[in-house]
Protein backbone atom coordinates (compact mmCIF):
# COMPACT_ATOMS: atom_id res chain seq x y z
CA UNK A 1 0.00 0.00 0.00
CA UNK A 2 1.35 3.25 -1.03
CA UNK A 3 1.76 5.92 1.98
CA UNK A 4 -0.41 8.96 1.91
CA UNK A 5 2.25 11.93 2.08
CA UNK A 6 0.69 13.90 4.19
CA UNK A 7 0.76 10.81 6.79
CA UNK A 8 3.85 11.23 6.78
CA UNK A 9 5.85 13.37 9.09
CA UNK A 10 8.76 14.71 6.96
CA UNK A 11 10.43 15.77 10.12
CA UNK A 12 10.58 12.94 11.75
CA UNK A 13 14.03 12.44 13.06
CA UNK A 14 13.67 8.78 14.57
CA UNK A 15 17.31 8.15 13.92
CA UNK A 16 18.14 11.13 16.03
CA UNK A 17 19.57 10.30 19.87
CA UNK A 18 17.12 11.82 22.56
CA UNK A 19 19.15 14.90 23.74
CA UNK A 20 20.68 14.95 26.30
CA UNK A 21 19.59 15.72 29.74
CA UNK A 22 21.31 19.25 30.29
CA UNK A 23 21.47 20.75 27.26
CA UNK A 24 25.20 21.27 26.50
CA UNK A 25 25.40 24.90 25.24
CA UNK A 26 23.65 27.03 28.09
CA UNK A 27 25.44 30.31 29.39
CA UNK A 28 23.89 30.78 32.28
CA UNK A 29 23.31 34.59 33.25
CA UNK A 30 22.24 36.46 29.87
CA UNK A 31 22.85 40.12 28.51
CA UNK A 32 19.53 40.37 27.34
CA UNK A 33 18.34 42.43 24.17
CA UNK A 34 15.90 45.74 24.28
CA UNK A 35 15.39 46.00 20.76
CA UNK A 36 12.40 45.40 19.18
CA UNK A 37 13.22 44.22 15.84
CA UNK A 38 10.37 44.15 12.56
CA UNK A 39 9.02 40.87 12.03
CA UNK A 40 10.82 40.75 8.70
CA UNK A 41 14.15 40.99 10.41
CA UNK A 42 13.44 38.37 13.00
CA UNK A 43 12.50 35.74 10.63
CA UNK A 44 15.73 36.75 9.42
CA UNK A 45 17.51 36.28 12.30
CA UNK A 46 16.05 33.14 13.18
CA UNK A 47 15.76 31.25 9.99
CA UNK A 48 15.33 28.00 11.72
CA UNK A 49 12.04 29.02 13.49
CA UNK A 50 9.47 27.46 11.13
CA UNK A 51 6.26 29.27 10.68
CA UNK A 52 3.67 29.29 13.35
CA UNK A 53 7.05 30.19 15.94
CA UNK A 54 7.86 26.29 15.81
CA UNK A 55 10.98 24.38 16.75
CA UNK A 56 13.02 21.41 17.44
CA UNK A 57 16.65 21.00 18.18
CA UNK A 58 18.16 19.81 14.25
CA UNK A 59 20.44 16.85 15.80
CA UNK A 60 18.64 15.31 18.03
CA UNK A 61 14.80 14.49 19.59
CA UNK A 62 13.48 16.63 22.28
CA UNK A 63 12.83 15.62 26.11
CA UNK A 64 10.56 18.20 25.89
CA UNK A 65 7.10 19.33 23.72
CA UNK A 66 6.13 22.48 24.81
CA UNK A 67 3.70 25.45 24.05
CA UNK A 68 4.72 28.93 25.11
CA UNK A 69 1.03 30.68 25.41
CA UNK A 70 1.42 34.63 25.69
CA UNK A 71 -2.00 36.74 26.30
CA UNK A 72 -1.86 39.25 24.23
CA UNK A 73 -3.06 42.69 23.61
CA UNK A 74 -1.71 46.04 22.05
CA UNK A 75 1.56 45.30 23.34
CA UNK A 76 3.57 45.00 19.59
CA UNK A 77 7.09 46.35 20.58
CA UNK A 78 7.21 44.23 24.02
CA UNK A 79 6.09 41.42 21.88
CA UNK A 80 8.97 41.53 19.38
CA UNK A 81 11.52 42.34 22.17
CA UNK A 82 10.12 39.01 23.59
CA UNK A 83 10.63 36.97 20.10
CA UNK A 84 14.19 38.46 20.16
CA UNK A 85 14.82 36.90 23.28
CA UNK A 86 13.22 33.65 23.61
CA UNK A 87 14.07 32.15 20.60
CA UNK A 88 17.53 31.58 20.94
CA UNK A 89 16.89 31.34 24.55
CA UNK A 90 14.61 28.02 24.29
CA UNK A 91 17.01 26.59 21.34
CA UNK A 92 19.59 26.44 23.36
CA UNK A 93 17.58 24.59 26.17
CA UNK A 94 16.54 21.90 23.39
CA UNK A 95 13.16 22.17 23.17
CA UNK A 96 10.71 21.18 21.00
CA UNK A 97 8.43 24.37 21.14
CA UNK A 98 5.71 26.50 19.47
CA UNK A 99 5.08 29.66 20.36
CA UNK A 100 1.13 30.82 21.11
CA UNK A 101 -0.01 34.32 21.22
CA UNK A 102 -3.70 35.16 22.04
CA UNK A 103 -5.07 38.44 21.04
CA UNK A 104 -8.12 39.72 22.41
CA UNK A 105 -10.34 42.21 20.32
CA UNK A 106 -10.35 45.85 21.17
CA UNK A 107 -13.51 47.32 23.15
CA UNK A 108 -13.70 44.80 26.12
CA UNK A 109 -11.75 44.52 29.16
CA UNK A 110 -8.52 42.41 29.08
CA UNK A 111 -8.88 38.50 29.99
CA UNK A 112 -5.44 37.26 30.61
CA UNK A 113 -6.50 33.97 31.89
CA UNK A 114 -9.51 33.35 29.50
CA UNK A 115 -6.77 33.88 26.72
CA UNK A 116 -4.01 31.36 28.53
CA UNK A 117 -6.92 28.98 28.59
CA UNK A 118 -7.67 29.80 25.39
CA UNK A 119 -3.71 28.94 24.07
CA UNK A 120 -3.85 25.82 25.94
CA UNK A 121 -6.83 24.72 23.90
CA UNK A 122 -6.01 25.94 20.86
CA UNK A 123 -1.87 24.37 21.38
CA UNK A 124 -2.82 21.02 22.51
CA UNK A 125 -4.99 21.06 18.61
CA UNK A 126 -1.91 21.10 16.94
CA UNK A 127 0.64 19.52 17.98
CA UNK A 128 1.25 16.61 21.08
CA UNK A 129 2.73 19.25 23.82
CA UNK A 130 3.49 18.34 26.92
CA UNK A 131 4.21 21.64 28.68
CA UNK A 132 2.98 25.02 28.92
CA UNK A 133 4.44 27.94 29.92
CA UNK A 134 1.79 30.99 30.70
CA UNK A 135 4.10 33.85 29.85
CA UNK A 136 3.12 37.79 30.40
CA UNK A 137 4.93 39.27 27.24
CA UNK A 138 7.03 42.18 29.06
CA UNK A 139 9.01 39.39 30.87
CA UNK A 140 12.54 38.53 29.58
CA UNK A 141 14.78 35.82 30.68
CA UNK A 142 17.98 36.57 32.11
CA UNK A 143 19.36 33.13 32.74
CA UNK A 144 19.17 30.10 30.47
CA UNK A 145 19.58 27.76 33.31
CA UNK A 146 15.90 28.51 33.84
CA UNK A 147 15.03 25.91 31.94
CA UNK A 148 10.99 26.02 30.65
CA UNK A 149 10.66 22.01 30.63
CA UNK A 150 8.30 19.81 32.27
CA UNK A 151 7.86 20.97 35.31
CA UNK A 152 7.53 17.84 38.70
CA UNK A 153 4.86 20.40 40.23
CA UNK A 154 3.55 23.42 38.70
CA UNK A 155 6.20 25.68 38.96
CA UNK A 156 6.40 29.75 38.93
CA UNK A 157 9.14 30.85 36.57
CA UNK A 158 9.22 34.57 36.87
CA UNK A 159 10.80 34.50 40.89
CA UNK A 160 13.22 37.19 40.13
CA UNK A 161 12.01 40.08 38.72
CA UNK A 162 13.79 43.27 38.20
CA UNK A 163 10.87 45.94 39.10
CA UNK A 164 10.41 44.47 42.53
CA UNK A 165 14.16 43.87 43.22
CA UNK A 166 15.06 40.25 42.00
CA UNK A 167 13.14 39.42 45.25
CA UNK A 168 9.45 37.50 45.78
CA UNK A 169 6.76 40.62 46.46
CA UNK A 170 4.56 37.74 48.31
CA UNK A 171 4.85 34.05 48.96
CA UNK A 172 1.95 33.09 47.32
CA UNK A 173 2.56 35.06 43.90
CA UNK A 174 2.06 32.94 41.03
CA UNK A 175 2.30 35.58 38.29
CA UNK A 176 3.76 36.67 35.48
CA UNK A 177 4.94 33.37 34.12
CA UNK A 178 3.96 30.00 35.41
CA UNK A 179 4.75 26.27 33.78
CA UNK A 180 2.11 23.30 34.19
CA UNK A 181 2.41 19.93 32.59
CA UNK A 182 -0.76 18.93 30.09
CA UNK A 183 -1.97 16.78 33.27
CA UNK A 184 -1.91 19.31 36.24
CA UNK A 185 -3.47 21.89 34.14
CA UNK A 186 -6.33 19.23 33.27
CA UNK A 187 -6.35 18.53 36.90
CA UNK A 188 -6.87 22.10 38.07
CA UNK A 189 -9.53 22.69 35.24
CA UNK A 190 -7.17 25.32 33.41
CA UNK A 191 -7.46 29.03 34.97
CA UNK A 192 -10.64 30.74 35.95
CA UNK A 193 -12.17 32.42 32.72
CA UNK A 194 -13.98 34.95 35.38
CA UNK A 195 -11.48 37.80 35.97
CA UNK A 196 -11.93 40.78 33.71
CA UNK A 197 -9.25 43.41 34.43
CA UNK A 198 -6.03 43.54 36.02
CA UNK A 199 -5.01 40.50 38.84
CA UNK A 200 -6.72 38.36 41.00
CA UNK A 201 -6.75 35.31 38.18
CA UNK A 202 -2.59 34.46 39.35
CA UNK A 203 -3.57 33.91 43.30
CA UNK A 204 -6.88 32.20 42.07
CA UNK A 205 -4.62 29.91 40.12
CA UNK A 206 -2.15 29.58 42.69
CA UNK A 207 -5.34 28.33 44.99
CA UNK A 208 -6.38 25.63 42.55
CA UNK A 209 -2.57 24.36 42.86
CA UNK A 210 -2.70 24.06 45.97
CA UNK A 211 -6.47 22.57 46.16
CA UNK A 212 -5.43 19.65 43.95
CA UNK A 213 -3.01 18.99 46.16
CA UNK A 214 0.29 20.38 44.41
CA UNK A 215 2.94 22.42 45.52
CA UNK A 216 4.40 25.06 44.24
CA UNK A 217 8.41 24.84 42.91
CA UNK A 218 10.59 27.57 41.48
CA UNK A 219 14.35 28.00 40.19
CA UNK A 220 16.37 29.32 42.42
CA UNK A 221 16.42 33.34 42.85
CA UNK A 222 20.25 33.42 40.86
CA UNK A 223 18.56 31.42 38.01
CA UNK A 224 14.63 32.42 38.20
CA UNK A 225 15.80 35.99 37.21
CA UNK A 226 13.49 38.75 34.55
CA UNK A 227 13.60 41.88 33.20
CA UNK A 228 10.35 42.94 32.95
CA UNK A 229 10.21 45.64 30.00
CA UNK A 230 9.27 49.17 31.90
CA UNK A 231 5.19 50.30 30.64
CA UNK A 232 2.19 51.74 32.12
CA UNK A 233 -1.05 50.33 33.36
CA UNK A 234 -3.24 49.30 29.49
CA UNK A 235 -6.02 50.93 28.47
CA UNK A 236 -8.90 48.11 29.18
CA UNK A 237 -6.95 46.60 31.72
CA UNK A 238 -8.11 48.19 35.18
CA UNK A 239 -7.36 46.51 38.10
CA UNK A 240 -10.04 43.83 38.69
CA UNK A 241 -12.21 44.39 41.65
CA UNK A 242 -12.32 40.51 42.50
CA UNK A 243 -8.56 40.86 43.33
CA UNK A 244 -7.72 40.99 46.33
CA UNK A 245 -7.26 44.99 47.10
CA UNK A 246 -9.95 45.51 48.96
CA UNK A 247 -11.86 48.92 49.00
CA UNK A 248 -10.16 51.47 51.73
CA UNK A 249 -14.18 50.87 53.39
CA UNK A 250 -13.62 46.97 52.83
CA UNK A 251 -9.93 47.34 54.52
CA UNK A 252 -11.92 49.43 57.36
CA UNK A 253 -14.34 46.45 57.85
CA UNK A 254 -11.67 44.20 57.80
CA UNK A 255 -9.24 45.86 60.48
CA UNK A 256 -11.77 47.60 63.28
CA UNK A 257 -9.01 47.21 65.46
CA UNK A 258 -6.89 50.22 63.23
CA UNK A 259 -7.90 53.28 63.88
CA UNK A 260 -8.04 56.27 61.84
CA UNK A 261 -4.85 57.50 60.10
CA UNK A 262 -3.88 53.79 60.13
CA UNK A 263 -2.91 53.89 63.94
CA UNK A 264 -2.86 50.66 66.58
CA UNK A 265 -1.89 49.86 69.51
CA UNK A 266 -1.90 46.13 71.54
CA UNK A 267 -5.33 46.68 73.17
CA UNK A 268 -4.28 44.65 76.29
CA UNK A 269 -0.21 45.38 77.11
CA UNK A 270 1.64 48.14 76.44
CA UNK A 271 4.31 48.22 73.59
CA UNK A 272 7.27 48.41 73.59
CA UNK A 273 7.85 49.90 70.22
CA UNK A 274 6.73 52.75 68.57
CA UNK A 275 7.01 52.50 65.01
CA UNK A 276 6.04 54.91 61.80
CA UNK A 277 5.54 52.91 58.74
CA UNK A 278 6.60 55.71 55.85
CA UNK A 279 5.80 54.89 52.52
CA UNK A 280 6.60 56.77 49.55
CA UNK A 281 3.44 57.20 47.22
CA UNK A 282 2.48 58.51 43.72
CA UNK A 283 -0.31 57.13 41.51
CA UNK A 284 -0.58 53.28 42.88
CA UNK A 285 -3.41 53.19 44.53
CA UNK A 286 -2.52 51.13 47.76
N1 LIG B 1 -1.40 42.33 28.44
C1 LIG B 1 -1.47 42.77 27.14
N2 LIG B 1 -2.19 43.89 26.86
C2 LIG B 1 -2.86 44.58 27.82
C3 LIG B 1 -2.78 44.12 29.14
C4 LIG B 1 -2.03 43.01 29.43
O1 LIG B 1 -0.88 42.19 26.24
O2 LIG B 1 -3.51 45.58 27.49
C5 LIG B 1 -0.72 41.05 28.73
C6 LIG B 1 0.78 41.08 28.51
O3 LIG B 1 1.24 39.80 28.17
C7 LIG B 1 1.26 41.49 29.89
C8 LIG B 1 0.32 40.66 30.77
O4 LIG B 1 -0.92 40.67 30.09
O5 LIG B 1 2.62 41.19 30.07
C9 LIG B 1 0.17 41.14 32.20
O6 LIG B 1 -0.25 42.49 32.26
P1 LIG B 1 0.66 43.60 32.94
O7 LIG B 1 1.98 43.60 32.24
O8 LIG B 1 -0.08 44.87 32.99
O9 LIG B 1 0.86 43.06 34.41
P2 LIG B 1 2.00 43.50 35.39
O10 LIG B 1 3.18 44.07 34.69
O11 LIG B 1 2.37 42.06 35.99
O12 LIG B 1 1.42 44.34 36.44
C10 LIG B 1 3.17 41.97 37.07
C11 LIG B 1 3.75 40.58 37.27
C12 LIG B 1 3.10 39.75 38.27
C13 LIG B 1 2.50 40.39 39.49
C14 LIG B 1 1.43 39.51 40.07
C15 LIG B 1 0.65 40.13 41.18
N3 LIG B 1 -0.43 39.29 41.57
Given at each position: KTCNISSIDLNTSSNLPLC?????KLVGPLATYSDSPSYEELEKLYPEVSSGGRYKPPDCISRHKVAIVLPYRNRDIHLRTFLKNIHPFLERQQLDYGIYVVEQAEGSKFNRALLMNIGYAEAIKIYDYQCFAFHDVDLIP????NIYNCPSQPR??????DKY???????SIFGGAVMLTRQQFQKVNGFSNKFFGWGGEDDDMWNRVKRKGYSVIRYPMNIARYRMIKHSRDKGNEPNPQSDSPSYEELEALYPEVSSGGRYKPSDCISRHRVAIIIPYRNRDL
Open positions: PKTPPQDDRHLTAAIGYRLPYN
